[in-house]
């Protein structure tokens, strides 16, 4: 077992592309990192370069105490689960386990037992003798993993195993990979652009856009205090309302106000019909359209005046500007076209600089 | 649709079966000549049914060889000819998906430069630089013997651009969970690219066995020793000498004989066959 | 171009393209470099000098009366050769293209003459209309027709150019099938409710579909026709009667066999090469580009 390392972590191409700009975190021994982060993130170009699948431009990964950068990827102890699975089309199941494991001179008793524990645990021994080709995207699945497993690796590698899956299969295969990291208790790195997978998932949370790290922690501080309006509108769905604000703007309670950006998260908008609590913030809404999923429902509102409003959603398009989304429990719900107050109290805002970081505590 | 009901497909079954009369009439007409006596052909009054002559004009075919200018038994043809088209389908295989390989798979200074130079030879057949050919043939000693028969033949990118392109399609993550399962290049190529390959190599082998079988022109010149000619060119000699000395059973029975094996080939291996030629035009 | 993930070694690739490479440049690019060297040399009656003579050996053949017809007839010959076996096979693969029982019987019975050589096509040919002895000649002759390809140059062309057809009908076949076959039955769908009929909407929906195969398979025919024909003509008429059937190849070969002017006969392939390139450049650029859709 073994915990990995990123020191600085750099990754240019020839052409001369930045992909990675000097990234730096630990995984702990037996940890489950989610790397999350929109396409084109560098995400996956890290966990590659974690695979030895890329070179490393400069800086240093530590896998169990040892510097990697040189070494091969058959010989850094790792496994990894592809995006497409990879899995041999002409080998069985069987033979597509154990190949990594004869290629390494392993006795053949010993690579059975291995193979038959890990489809015992995945559930696919009796689909041994099959070709990936016969199997339904699920086992497939089911089969890459297998043949993570057997190796008994230090570290496991996932490039967005589900997303070739369907939205039900996706939750329940999400939920078993979680067990079974539990289980063999193996230090992982998972990367993955949902959202949703990367907060069900993670011990550590590692947030990245644009080939740096925005920021890593427990997930659930992640969401409670994000460090960025980026990571504040990556994480968490519906995204967080941004709002930016000039300076002395009276109604956005920050001390010494000299503008930037207000954040809301759309669950902890209230509807009222008085005045904002003290010290929050309200806004006043016409509903534009009404979201019933359900257990809860989302209220779009345009807000009121708001007309020369700029958008600082990271994913543009997401919303309009001075479009806030409002999310109610149950069904009840304004009609279209009404007119609405929405407030949050003072400990629910998050308040960034300008740039979109610098987020202030109030 | 409903159109097609009817008079319509009576039509069309009448002229494919018209088409299939036309392209099967003239090997109808030389198995019936292979079977009956040489008199009643040479004068122009065979019968269009088969004959009684058939295991005696097979046996003197295949052992005996013509009366006429060769005497050379076809049998001995019929193995020269296998030989070469065996030796032209699996060297040109083997040094193709080798190459390709290369040229796909690794990384290495003049990497498209040596895949143009490879790429040209698709354009020129060999007949088009015969004699220089010949000249180089002989100068290396190779007049009359099977490497100077396949070697020239070999000598072409067919094979090479069609491995590359299947190739291109093998996915990176393949050759990536290869690594991670420690196989180096030459485990990947044996274990995970060759036996993704075989549907290929097959259709390509059925394609180059027919091409191999069928040269003429190349083993017309190449060859002077008449127990090293091809099956091909063995027919031509049978016909050298006027109408009244060619021996038309004989011709005819080679004729059959020369067309079988890659017919059957064509018939057997239809799924193959067809693939081949699709991807050897691409 | 080329892969994402590749292995590095610095001598392994040299190693695996080696065999090819060798074979490649000594069957390929010394007789090529050969002929182009030649081509531009005059070489004395005795073969005991050489002169570099730039063009003249081009001049020579260009301003050849033999050789121009030679020129011609191929052109003519190739022109014949692709008309006749790609309607035959349009027609064919139309009919076999219509839903109908045993359909895979009527493919394998159209394909398999692919497989036949040259010679042999020649062979199966002239025994059928050999003025003595054919079968087909006597019905010729019956309904008055002198039929004797053996001293009648047009005859002759006309047999060589119906055996070359015959041959090529199945190739044409195979790929007019598989170009109707990847045509969407709901584009002919569509067009019966627009009330095309059958034969017109052949014309307007059809024949336009194929076009990327037609072009191509006349490039293929052309080359067919120039190179592969050598058998068949070899077998039948020698390039005879009086060199009415005498194609570039056959003048190649034959001049050569006679074992006269060097640098003509380089030239000659080197003019044929030229004329192989431009065909290859053609489907490349015409045929790729254009006429997909």
């Known amino acids: 077992m073994a915990g990995v390392t990123l020191r600085n972590v750099r990754k240019t191409y020839p052409g001369g592309v930045d992909a990675i700009k000097g990234v730096d975190f630990e995984v702990g021994d037996g940890q489950f990192c989610v790397l999350v982060g929109p396409s084109g993130c560098g995400k996956s170009t890290l966990l590659r370069m974690v695979a030895g699948l890329e070179t490393i431009t400069s800086g240093e990964i530590d896998i169990g105490g040892r510097v990697v950068n040189q070494v091969e990827p058959a010989d850094r102890d790792i496994a990894m689960v592809f995006q497409n699975y990879a899995l041999y089309p002409h080998m069985s199941v069987y033979n597509n386990m154990a190949y990594g494991l004869r290629n390494r001179g392993m006795a053949k008793p010993e690579i059975d037992k291995r193979v038959r524990e890990a489809a015992q645990i995945l559930e696919i021994g009796p689909m041994l003798d099959r070709k990936p080709k016969q199997l339904s995207g699920g086992q497939r699945q089911r089969v890459a993993m297998g043949r993570a497993i057997v190796r008994q690796p230090k570290v496991f590698l996932f490039d967005e195993p589900l997303s070739n899956l369907d939205a039900k299969l996706r939750i329940a295969m999400r939920v078993e990979i979680r067990k079974l990291q539990r289980r063999l208790n193996t230090t992982s790195i998972y990367v993955t652009h949902d959202q949703l997978e990367a907060m069900t998932l993670a011990d550590v949370l590692v947030v990245m856009n644009g080939g740096v790290v925005e920021q890593i922690g427990n997930p659930l501080d992640i969401y409670q205090k994000p460090a960025t309006t980026f990571v504040a509108s990556f994480i968490g769905a519906p995204p967080m309302n941004l709002t930016p604000f000039k300076p002395g703007d009276a109604s956005v309670p920050v001390p010494g106000n000299t503008g930037g ?102 | ?168 399609t093998v996915p990176d993550e393949l050759l990536e969970a290869s690594r991670i399962d420690g196989a180096g290049p030459f485990r990947f190529f044996k274990d995970t690219l060759l036996p993704l390959s075989r549907t290929n190599m097959a259709a390509l082998f059925v394609i180059l066995f027919i091409y191999g079988w069928n040269q003429y022109l190349w083993p017309l010149l190449i060859t002077t020793r008449d127990d090293m000619q091809t099956i091909q060119v063995g027919i031509r000699k049978m016909i050298v000498t006027s109408d009244a000395l060619t021996e038309w059973p004989v011709v005819m029975a080679t004729s059959i004989l020369a067309m079988l094996p890659p017919v059957l080939v064509v018939i057997v291996m239809q799924k193959l066959f067809v693939r081949g030629l699709v991807e050897t035009e691409k | 171009m080329q892969k994402q993930s590749v292995f590095t070694s610095r001598w392994l690739p040299w190693l695996l393209i080696a065999p090819q490479m060798i074979v490649v440049l000594v069957f390929f690019y010394w007789p090529a470099g050969q002929a182009v060297r030649q081509s531009f040399l005059l070489q004395d009656a005795f073969g005991l000098s050489t002169v570099f003579v730039w063009f003249e050996n081009y001049k020579e053949l260009l301003a050849d009366p033999d050789y121009f017809a030679s020129v011609m007839r191929t052109f003519v010959f190739a022109a014949a050769i692709a008309l006749s076996s790609l309607s035959a096979a349009l027609l064919l693969a139309v009919m076999a293209d219509k839903p109908l029982r045993g359909i895979s019987v009527y493919r394998t019975l159209l394909i398999w003459p692919y497989a036949v050589a040259p010679p042999v096509v020649g062979v199966l040919w002239i025994f059928m209309l050999n003025p003595s002895l054919g079968i087909l000649s006597h019905g010729l002759r019956a309904i008055g027709i002198d039929w004797n390809p053996l001293l009648d140059g047009n005859q002759a062309a006309l047999l060589i150019i119906l055996a070359s057809a015959w041959k090529q009908i199945s190739y044409n076949f195979l790929f007019f099938l598989a170009g109707l076959q990847s045509i969407p039955k709901s584009v002919h769908e569509a067009a019966a409710i627009d009330g095309a009929r059958p034969v017109r909407r052949f014309w307007t929906i059809t024949f336009p579909l194929l076009t990327p195969t037609i072009f191509f398979l006349i490039v293929i025919n052309v080359v067919y026709a120039f190179f592969d024909t050598f058998g068949i003509i070899d077998t039948m008429t020698r390039g005879g009667p009086a060199k009415a059937t005498e194609t570039l190849v056959y003048k190649v070969y034959s001049d050569g066999l006679l074992g006269g002017n060097l640098g003509s006969s380089a030239a000659q392939s080197v003019i044929l090469m030229g004329i192989v390139i431009a065909l290859t450049a053609i489907q490349f650029r015409f045929v790729e580009r254009k006429v997909t859709y």
């Open chain 1, 261 to 362: 950006i207000l954040g809301v998260r759309p669950e902890d908008l209230t509807l009222t019909t008085g005045s904002a609590p003290d010290g929050g913030v309200r806004y006043d809404l016409t509903v534009e359209a009404i979201e019933r999923v359900g257990a809860e429902t989302f209220v779009y509102g345009s807000r009121n005046g708001a007309k020369d409003a700029v958008a600082v959603s990271a994913k543009p398009g997401e919303l309009p500007p001075g479009e806030i989304i409002v999310r109610l429990p149950g069904q009840a719900a304004p009609a279209i076209g009404e007119r609405i107050v929405a407030v949050a109290p003072r400990d629910k805002l998050h308040i960034f600089g300008t740039d979109g970081r610098n987020r202030i505590e109030l």
């Open chain 2, 1 to 168: 649709m409903v159109e097609n009901e009817g008079l319509q497909r009576y039509v069309a079954h009448a002229i494919l079966w018209i088409g299939i009369a036309i392209v099967a009439f003239p090997v109808y007409l030389a198995f019936v000549a292979s079977t009956q006596d040489n008199a009643a052909i040479a004068n122009g009054h065979m019968s269009l049914l088969p004959g009684g002559h058939f295991i005696e004009t097979y046996y003197k075919t295949l052992f005996v060889g013509s009366s006429g200018t060769t005497r050379e038994p076809v049998g001995t043809m019929l193995l020269n000819s296998l030989i070469m088209a065996l030796s032209i389908a699996l060297g040109k295989i083997a040094i193709s998906i080798l190459s390709a390989y290369a040229i796909v798979f690794f990384r290495f200074p003049f990497r498209m430069t040596v895949f143009w130079i490879i790429f040209i030879t698709l354009m020129l057949p060999v007949e088009v630089r015969i004699y220089p050919t010949y000249k180089i043939a002989a100068d290396l000693n190779l007049l009359d013997s099977y490497s100077g028969l396949a070697l020239p033949l070999i000598a072409s990118a067919t094979a090479t651009l069609l491995f590359r392109q299947f190739f291109m």
